[in-house]
């Protein structure tokens, strides 16, 4: 159980399109995911926190009008990479928390999204 | 800014005890301790958490101090799939919709 999967894994992009990745909750619903990306040698950075039906919120300096974020479902978060530049390559994560009381508050997390800007 | 400090590094030879070691001393009476680990290009992966008992479970035990200020995970018999980079990290346990915040982890290197 607690499975996240995202799609796609992988994507080369031309600089000036944008590019949405979407993140899954198979075996259990989440009123909120996360999305975080990763730079090359660095850790993990929280971008911005999804709520299903609800606007996302969004860390400093992420800007909101690129990163367009939507959770139309209790099992799905889109993040749409908006007119995408070579620095916006990066590994793309995202996770999600059982909406059951009860259930494991462990986040889990998807296997990323590898994007390159070219 | 992340609560925990862990060392950059660690070699662990294949088929020994692997133990990584986390320092939380600004750790509160309502923060669990959470371990991850990243395998290269992989998403983060949920290892194992507590609160201030000791916990074991298939993949590794955690050892908490008894003041709670440090912690230790322990691989019991290491293998080569176990090379990744190691995350402690403290979160509150009534915060199931807060994020995980990642420091920069302990890559650990299993070495045959």
């Known amino acids: 159980g607690a499975v996240v999967s995202q799609h796609p894994s992988r994507v080369i992009c031309k600089s000036g399109t944008s590019v949405k990745i979407e993140c899954r909750s198979l075996?259990?619903?989440?009123?909120?995911m996360f999305w975080y990306r990763q730079f090359p040698k660095q850790s993990l950075m929280l971008m911005a926190t999804s709520n299903e039906g609800s606007k996302a919120t969004y860390e400093q300096g992420v800007e909101k009008d690129k990163f367009l974020i939507n959770h139309a479902s209790l099992t799905l978060s889109t993040l749409t990479v908006t007119s995408a530049h070579p620095e916006d390559s990066s590994f793309y994560i995202c996770?999600?928390?059982?909406?059951?009381?009860?259930?494991?508050?462990?986040?889990?997390f998807g296997p990323g999204t590898r994007l390159t800007v070219l | 800014d992340a609560k925990t400090t862990q060392p950059p590094s660690m070699d662990c030879a294949e088929g020994r005890a692997a133990n990584l070691p986390c320092n939380h001393s600004?750790?509160?009476?309502?923060?669990?301790v959470y371990w991850y680990r990243q395998i290269h290009s992989q998403g983060p992966q949920y290892i194992i958490h507590?609160?201030?008992n000791n916990e074991t479970n298939e993949m590794a035990s955690l050892i908490i101090t008894e003041d709670r200020k440090s912690s230790t995970l322990i691989l019991p018999h290491a293998t080569l799939r176990d090379t990744a980079v190691y995350y402690c990290?403290?979160?509150?346990?009534?915060?199931?919709?807060?994020?995980?915040?990642f420091g920069k982890g302990t890559r650990l290197s299993v070495i045959a």
């Open positions: 990290i403290v979160r509150d346990r009534f915060g199931r919709n807060t994020p995980l915040v």
């Open positions: 996770s999600a928390v059982s909406l059951l009381e009860g259930f494991t508050d462990t986040q889990y």
């Open positions: 600004t750790i509160s009476g309502n923060e669990y």
């Open positions: 507590g609160l201030k």
């Open positions: 075996d259990f619903q989440a009123t909120t």
